[in-house]
Structure formats: structure tokens, C-alpha cells
């Protein structure tokens, strides 16, 4: 069989790598937990251990999946994210998911544009969708930060969730929003950080 | 930019009339179909939707990475066209590694069955290395019975899952009785 490659994505905090049998008690302890409730979760074992084999077999399917979000100098994983698409998916989607505890460092945000530059300029993807829970404040905050607006003309998965359209590549490409992204993403990562030749009140 | 190690790497072959290989999205409509039939009753099913056929496919593959066996896309030799899986299954929940068949409706009647679970028996012996293996079989799926006592399998207990329930443990001859 024609085996699919994982690359290996590198931002400044994070290393993003295909998920491997090590990732699982992570994994498993996420899905066991009240964070999955958007996601399907919480999941008994059997469900959990099927899903993560499916989140491995997926790459070979179709060619792009979900990394794991390992903090680069730790190696500690904290969240998934990637591209996603099951049957049934209307569109391909960009998935996230952070740990429980690793929440508000902005890890998300450097993971999913991270990402969704790698998937535009490296898979050719014209743009992408969000399927989120209307109830799920942090992720649609998330998808707001990331230029994403609610389509409430795109078909969604089960009618229970909003499609949010991610920015194509032409509208994120040397744009204002591109800088606002990349400037939030340098204050996560040095808080005192004061861009140079940048106006600043 | 650096590349990962591949996914997984299923060994693929052929034996007797069969061939065994890595599932692969064109398997899809003919195991959705099988997922979302009465036949798939005998493990946890009906599933109806395509998004539970799909993850299950995916399941397939990524069963290899994460336990380093798993199960096959049986096909015809002459035409590859799939006619169910069998192999090894060791998910969560599970009370040992056991094969585990699964026919779509055109396969039956043929002894397809009975074959790919000799192998995947003789692969758990042979490759693997492995002294002994079970089948778990619903209590109402009589046929799956039949086709373990068939196979030499004698019953060995029982295991309560907490989602598909009551499973009959069927353990198999080990590979010095055969």
C-alpha cells in the first residue's frame, strides 16, 4: 500500500506530529473527561481506543488528519489539531482540540494557523470550514480570532452545529489580519513583546 | 520540512483464494453497506451512518499503528474485490487479542470465513509468535459459533462489554494442536 508520510510541523512554541500508540493515555484521559462534550465525549475506553486508531487511519485515507500539539520544550502534548474529514463532512474542516489544563496559552492559536498555512500553501486547500458547537464560547471565540465568520448558508453535520468559513489563502495573504494573528501569537509567547517599526499607541 | 515516519505498514499477501491487503477508501461503499446491514449485528452494529462506516475504516488501519496487528481487507485474488475483514482485534475493552471475521452478504456460503481465519489464526502462531487466541462471538450470533467450533475453537467463558454486551469467549486450539 502507498503509505502517507506525516511531515512534521515546527512554530515557534509547538511541534506538531502525527499521532503515535505513546500519544494514546493523553488521549484517552482527554476523551475520558467533560473537555471532550464538544466533540462527541466523554467516550467509554472501547470508544476512545476506536477513535484514535481512526484518527491514525485517517491520514492514510485521505492524505491529511490530526497532529498532536507537543510543546517544543518539553515535548509535553497539549492538544490536537489538523484537518479533518470523515463521511458525511460536507466540507474539510479544521479541527482542534486542547488538553484540559492547557487552555488560555494561546496554543491553539498558533497550532490552527500553523496549520491552515500548511494545508493552503502545501495540500492546494482553498479554504476550509469549523464545525462548532454554538455552545462552545472558547472554540467560537478561537475561529473569530482566526478571521473565520459563521456560515449559516453551509450545510453542517447534524444541523446541532455552526459552520464557520476559515479566510482563503488570497484573503489571508499579507493581510492585516495575518499580522493581527502573528502579533497575538508573540504576545502569548513573550508578554512584554513590543513589535519593532510597529505604530503603537 | 521533515518528514514522520509513515503512518503504518500493513503486510500484505495472498493464500488459497484470497488476498489479504490494507483496507483503502474504495472498500468504503461495500463495508458501509455491510455496517449498516443486519450483518453487522454481531459486532455492536447496525451502524447506519456513513460517518460511523468511515471511522470504523479508518479504525481498521489505525489498529495496525497502534497495536502493531490487526485485521485485513479480505478480496477476491482475481478481481481484488473485498469481501469482508478478517484478522486480529485487540481494541479497549476488549479481554484478549482475538480474530475476528467479518463477511459482506455476497462473500457467504463460500467458505470464505473459514479460510482467512486459518490464516490469521496461523499468522498469530506463526508471525506473531502468540501461544494462544480467542474469538469473541455474540450469544445470538450462532452462525459465528459455528463457524468457531469449526474452526476447533471451544468455549472458554464470557465477557461483558459495556457497549455491544455479553460476548461468548471461543478459544481457539493452540499451534501445538495443530
Known amino acids: 500500500m502507498g503509505h502517507r508520510d506525516i511531515p512534521l510541523l515546527e512554530t515557534k512554541r509547538l511541534i506538531l506530529r502525527g499521532p503515535t500508540a505513546e500519544d494514546y493515555p493523553d488521549f484517552k484521559a482527554t476523551f475520558a473527561s467533560y473537555r471532550s462534550r464538544f466533540m462527541g465525549g466523554p467516550l467509554t475506553p472501547y470508544e476512545t481506543w476506536m477513535l484514535f486508531a481512526a484518527e491514525i487511519g485517517h491520514w492514510e485515507i485521505r492524505g ?20 479533518w474529514q470523515p463521511s458525511q463532512w460536507p466540507e474539510r474542516e479544521i479541527a482542534w482540540i486542547i488538553f484540559p489544563g492547557k487552555g488560555g496559552k494561546g496554543y491553539a492559536l498558533e497550532a490552527v494557523d500553523c496549520c491552515r498555512r500548511y494545508l493552503y500553501s502545501v495540500k492546494g486547500w482553498e479554504g476550509a470550514v469549523s464545525y462548532l458547537d454554538p455552545k462552545d464560547l472558547d472554540s467560537v471565540r478561537l475561529a473569530e480570532r482566526l478571521g473565520c465568520t ?21 484573503a489571508l495573504a499579507n493581510s492585516q489580519l495575518a499580522d493581527g494573528i502573528a502579533l497575538e501569537i508573540a504576545h502569548y509567547r513573550d508578554p512584554l513583546f513590543r513589535p519593532e517599526g510597529w505604530a503603537i499607541d | 520540512m521533515t518528514v514522520q515516519t509513515p503512518v503504518t505498514a500493513i503486510p500484505e499477501f495472498e493464500a488459497g483464494r484470497l488476498r489479504y491487503r490494507a483496507p483503502q477508501m474504495d472498500d468504503f461503499e461495500p ?52 469481501l469482508g475483514v478478517v484478522g486480529i482485534l485487540y481494541p479497549e475493552d476488549w479481554p484478549e487479542p482475538e480474530i475476528a471475521w467479518s463477511l459482506f ?16 489464526r496461523r499468522y498469530a502462531y506463526e508471525t506473531l509468535g502468540w501461544s494462544t487466541i480467542i474469538s469473541c462471538v455474540k450469544p445470538e450470533n450462532t452462525r459465528s459459533a459455528a463457524l468457531a467450533r469449526r474452526l476447533g475453537a471451544r468455549p472458554d467463558g464470557h465477557h461483558d462489554h459495556p457497549m455491544i454486551g455479553r460476548l461468548h469467549i471461543w478459544r481457539h486450539p493452540g499451534p501445538e494442536a495443530l
Open chain 1, 64 to 83: 491529511f488528519g490530526m497532529w498532536m500539539i507537543h510543546l517544543k520544550e518539553t515535548d509535553e502534548p497539549v492538544g490536537m489539531v489538523g484537518g
Open chain 1, 150 to 170: 459563521r456560515d449559516d448558508a453551509a450545510r453542517t453535520i447534524d444541523n446541532n452545529d455552526s459552520a464557520y468559513r476559515h479566510p482563503g489563502p488570497a
Open chain 2, 105 to 120: 452478504a455476497e462473500a457467504e456460503g463460500r467458505g470464505i470465513a473459514y479460510e482467512a481465519a486459518q490464516v490469521a
Open chain 2, 31 to 82: 463495508y458501509h453497506a455491510f455496517c449498516a446491514s443486519e450483518r453487522s449485528r454481531g459486532v455492536g452494529g447496525p451502524y447506519p451512518h456513513r460517518a460511523q462506516a468511515f471511522e470504523r475504516l479508518a479504525g481498521l488501519i489505525g489498529h495496525w499503528a497502534l497495536r502493531g496487528y490487526g485485521r485485513w481487507m479480505v478480496a477476491d485474488r482475481e478481481t481484488d474485490a473485498p
